[in-house]
């Protein structure tokens, strides 16, 4: 479709720019191709030199994951996005491209538990190290800049405390200490934020999550400007972490994306009504949802997030650690799995599971406490979800 860029937010999710293929299918093909065959050994010489355009072997690029990238470019307002194997695959890709030995990075202390495992524990062998700050202190945040630093580290919605991160800040500290922000958009996804209209560089996603939306794909995304994307895609991807994300993920990528703008504004819904029930439980100590006005940063959240608060949220039931793995134990309708993101309702243990990477101490400075329970709201019929809840939780008081 011409003019796409003047179309809204459900327009660009469902048409591209790019749709030609011979037989005039509606849906884009999958190219499940590892190589592409040159017109002549000069044209493959030019591609590899860079003179021309075009694809040369799928490790570089395909058809399939460059129509997905050009959607996610668009929906996050970025000039190019680059698709890739796992959110992991995402982030390491955007750090093995971006430092040398001897850098610094500034990260928030609430990030996903693989995300600080790489950060604590792999990055010092290559002679990086990271510097864990509360970066709602903005004090704090400027303490730790050292001369360095190289990048700033945040998710907003956090996981799995759902913590809000103000990124006009990340981005104003970043640009007066000219050093690069990163913002993992896993949870809110382009359709509630756009890092990149408050002044953020690089946005990193676990495309797993929201923007495939049906669990059954693991797959990252990288969100920047053409040259640092073209460094990722043609420096970290092709010679460091061969994060390629197949022909196939991309087409259920490209699919799910097209109802993305539906499914948030339902996750969101059913999230806040999940979220209330909890609140007003006498078994239930403490919700975190940046949709609730007790909320640390709703006001944050408010302006950042469009009003919409996505599906993920967290709690503590009174009953501390025995009564919140009861509960996980006892819901018919919530699914006991990591992830997030899916149809499905899921119901997870952060100390214990996707946080576990952390030690005691660090996860309990990041407030997640033993007895937090971490919930993905899906999108079943939302009296289904809170009943499933209430009859337990009806138990313990
Ligand atoms: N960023 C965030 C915010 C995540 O939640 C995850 C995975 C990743 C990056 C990594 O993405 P992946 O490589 O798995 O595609 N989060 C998970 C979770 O909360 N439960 O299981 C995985």
Known sequence: MSDLKNKGFGTRSIHNEIHENEYGALTFPIFATSTIVFDDAQQGGRRFALEE??????????????????????????????????????????????????????????????????????????????????????????????????????????????????????????????????????????????????????????????????????????????????????????????SVMSAFDAFLINRGLKTLHVRMDKHSENAMKVAEFLDGHPAVKIVYYPGLKSHANHEIAKKQMGGKYSGLLAFELKGGYDAALNLANSLQVFKLAVSLGDCESLIQHPASMTHSPYSAEDRLAAGIDDGLLRASIGLEDVDDIINDLKVQLDKLV
């Open 53 to 242: 355009g075009g694809f040369i072997y799928s490790r570089l690029g395909n058809p399939s994951t460059m129509y997905l990238e050009q959607k996610m470019a668009s929906l996050e307002g970025c000039e190019a996005a680059l698709a890739l194997s796992s959110g992991m695959g995402a982030i390491g890709t955007v750090f093995m491209t971006a430092l040398k030995t001897g850098d610094h990075v500034v990260s928030d202390k609430v990030i996903y538990g693989c995300t600080h495992a790489l950060f604590e524990h792999q990055l010092h062998k290559f002679g990086i190290d990271v510097t864990f700050v509360d970066f709602t202190n903005e004090a704090e945040v400027k303490a730790a800049i050292k001369e360095n630093t190289k990048i700033l580290y945040v998710e907003t919605p956090a996981n799995p405390t759902l913590k809000i991160v103000d990124l006009a800040v990340v981005a104003k500290i970043a640009k007066e200490h000219n050093l690069m922000s990163v913002v993992d958009n896993t949870v809110a996804t382009p359709y509630l934020t756009r890092p990149k209209e408050y002044g953020i560089d690089v946005i990193v996603h676990s495309a797993t999550k929201y923007l495939n939306g049906h669990g059954d794909v693991i797959a990252g995304i990288i969100c920047g400007d053409n040259d640092f994307l073209t460094k990722c895609r043609l420096e970290g991807q092709k010679d460091i972490t061969g």
